[in-house]
């Protein structure tokens, strides 16, 4: 199983409400990530797991609250958000840079569309 | 600070026609340089890397890229581009100081490819 993948596809969620995003690999990553993309921009880094520890949040405010269950999921929750986050939500996963994988590897995305 | 660019927003080439994607990079220390492809509403898919070895780098999807360390480039190409090569692609390098574990992709701005019938 070489795949990343994230539900739902699409959330439309008014600014009240609390829903959550999750993503799950099995290649046995030990590091996953989120990535908040708007249309026809790179994505932005917002959060990294390490072995199920957040090493880093780059500074993303704290409506967007990350969770790692276990080494194989990720989750986003969210809280109170703004139409300006509106946004492609992705999740990657990477191994060991020393064990030769190199690259992360990227699920398809959560259309995120706040009213 | 480590940096990539892509120099164009968007390359147009026809079908049957060879396509050159470029990005120029700036780092300190060794590049550890990627390329992903974008289709509408999905995910990034790796295509191809450099972190050592040959200059002239073979990916999927019958992508290639060239690694120029004189000229800080690594240009993606392919001998003979498809309309279905039409998509986003973005050129990335890895930040420093990262542990093993994990390690920050920055990002170039993205070049639209639209190959025409």
């Known amino acids: 199983d070489t795949e990343v993948t994230q539900t739902p596809k699409h959330l439309v969620m008014g600014m009240t409400n609390k829903k959550s995003l999750k993503c799950e690999q099995h290649?046995?990553?030990?590091?996953m990530y989120w990535y908040k993309q708007k249309a026809k921009k790179p994505p932005e880094l917002m959060f990294v797991?390490?072995?199920?520890?957040?090493?880093i949040n780059e500074s993303v405010p704290s409506r967007f609250s990350p969770e790692c269950p276990n080494s194989s999921l990720l989750n986003l929750h969210l809280h109170a958000l703004q139409p300006e986050d509106s946004a492609l939500y992705l999740c990657?996963?990477?191994?060991?840079?020393?064990?030769?994988?190199?690259?992360?590897?990227f699920g398809p995305g959560t259309r995120l569309t706040v009213l | 600070a480590q940096s990539v660019a892509q120099p164009e927003d968007q390359v147009n080439v026809a079908e049957g026609n060879p396509l050159t994607v470029k990005c120029t990079y700036s780092?300190?220390?060794?590049?550890?340089l990627f390329w992903y492809v974008q289709y509408p509403n999905r995910g990034l898919q790796f295509l191809l890397k450099?972190?050592?070895?040959?200059?002239l780098v073979k990916g999927s999807y019958g992508f290639e890229a060239e690694f120029n360390k004189s000229q800080t480039s690594f240009h993606l190409k392919k001998p003979s581009a498809l309309v279905s090569d039409s998509a986003l692609y973005f050129c990335?390098?890895?930040?420093?100081?990262?542990?093993?574990?994990?390690?920050?992709?920055?990002f170039g701005s993205g070049t639209r490819l639209l190959v025409r019938p």
């Open positions: 990657a996963s990477s191994q060991e840079w020393t064990s030769g994988g190199n690259e992360q590897f």
């Open positions: 290649m046995g990553h030990r590091a």
């Open positions: 797991y390490s072995y199920e520890k957040l090493s």
């Open positions: 780092v300190s220390g060794n590049p550890y």
């Open positions: 450099y972190i050592t070895g040959d200059n």
């Open positions: 990335a390098v890895r930040d420093t100081g990262w542990m093993d574990s994990s390690y920050k992709l920055i």
